[in-house]
């Protein structure tokens, strides 16, 4: 289980990115965090992993609390999350294998990381990660050479090699036509369902939330304005988390 409690960030200069934040997720769930861009959902995702500080409060996971890890634990903790990026985050000049492989760092001796050199079972897993998002046969191309879709599908590759236990997945898809966000999410539902992983997800789009979310979560200017099931996301709810003159689409 993931228990965030009383979680606050203030960036410098006084921004106050969060404001009290506290939720729980449990083992295996699907959590779709939704809000307008800049009401704190990405520094929520990378708090949870301390990609981000947080100022105040605790993150604790199966009963460890992850804002008092040492930086050594904390590289263990990272071995089990793995985070996929809205713009891939990729070596753009390196194969897409190459980028794959990355997510195997956090196990392998810095030696061998620092040459790419990598056991063949790892590489097994690369390929066989790679397969399940069908993106095999691009292995050798460089990064670059890729439509958008197929880079983020090396991002969630790269995430699978890590066998996670937790998916954090900021805004996946929102550089992505539709057809193309459905299908990063169907690979997101696939981990999810068959690995047991448990996935964090930003979405702007409440027909992703609708069907792809067990349960989702609402940010307005860093405040926690819902947790519940998607569908009790009324007219009047979404007002509240989106401001009184946004339409509702899905």
Same mark, same amino acid.
């Given at each position: &289980?993931?228990?965030?409690?009383?979680?606050?960030?203030?960036?410098?200069? !006084?921004?106050?990115?969060?404001?009290?934040?506290?939720?729980?997720?449990?083992?295996?769930?699907?959590?779709?965090?939704?809000?307008?861009?800049? $009401? !704190?959902?990405?520094?929520?995702?990378?708090?949870?992993?301390?990609?981000? *500080?947080?100022?105040?409060?605790?993150?604790?996971?199966?009963?460890?609390?992850?804002?008092? =890890?040492?930086?050594?634990?904390?590289?263990?903790?990272?071995?089990?999350?793995? &985070?996929?990026?809205?713009?891939?985050?990729?070596?753009?000049?390196?194969?897409?294998?190459?980028?794959?492989?990355?997510?195997?760092?956090?196990?392998?001796?810095?030696?061998? $990381?620092?040459?790419?050199?990598?056991? %063949?079972?790892?590489?097994? &897993?690369?390929?066989?990660?790679?397969?399940?998002?069908?993106?095999?046969?691009? =292995?050798?191309?460089?990064?670059?050479? +890729? $439509?958008?879709?197929?880079?983020?599908?090396?991002?969630?590759?790269?995430?699978?090699?890590?066998?996670?236990? &937790?998916?954090?997945?900021?805004?996946?898809?929102?550089?992505?036509?539709?057809?193309?966000?459905?299908?990063?999410?169907?690979?997101?539902?696939?981990?999810?369902? *068959?690995? !047991?992983?448990?996935? +964090?997800? $930003?979405?702007?789009?409440?027909?992703?939330?609708?069907?792809? =979310?067990?349960?989702?979560?609402?940010?307005?200017?860093?405040?926690?304005?819902?947790?519940?099931?998607?569908? =009790?996301?009324?007219?009047?709810?979404? %007002?509240?988390?989106?401001?009184?003159?946004?339409?509702?689409?899905?």
């Amino acid at each position: &289980m993931l228990e965030v409690r009383n979680l606050t960030k203030i960036y410098d200069g !006084g921004v106050l990115a969060l404001d009290n934040v506290s939720f729980s997720v449990e083992q295996g769930e699907f959590l779709a965090v939704i809000g307008l861009s800049g $009401s !704190g959902k990405s520094t929520l995702l990378r708090c949870i992993n301390r990609l981000v *500080e947080p100022t105040e409060g605790q993150i604790l996971w199966n009963g460890v609390d992850i804002t008092a =890890a040492s930086q050594d634990e904390l590289l263990r903790i990272r071995r089990k999350i793995g &985070m996929v990026f809205q713009h891939f985050n990729l070596v753009t000049r390196s194969k897409v294998i190459t980028n794959v492989l990355a997510g195997r760092l956090g196990y392998v001796n810095t030696g061998r $990381s620092m040459v790419n050199r990598f056991p %063949k079972s790892d590489i097994d &897993m690369a390929l066989k990660q790679m397969d399940r998002v069908d993106i095999t046969d691009q =292995a050798y191309k460089r990064a670059d050479e +890729l $439509s958008g879709g197929q880079q983020q599908r090396v991002g969630i590759a790269r995430a699978m090699v890590q066998e996670p236990e &937790m998916i954090l997945a900021d805004e996946p898809v929102a550089s992505l036509d539709p057809v193309l966000a459905h299908s990063i999410m169907q690979h997101l539902d696939q981990i999810n369902k *068959e690995d !047991g992983a448990t996935v +964090l997800c $930003s979405l702007h789009f409440l027909d992703l939330v609708h069907q792809y =979310a067990d349960r989702a979560i609402a940010l307005n200017d860093g405040l926690l304005m819902f947790d519940g099931a998607p569908e =009790a996301i009324d007219d009047e709810k979404f %007002k509240e988390i989106y401001g009184k003159e946004a339409e509702r689409v899905g």
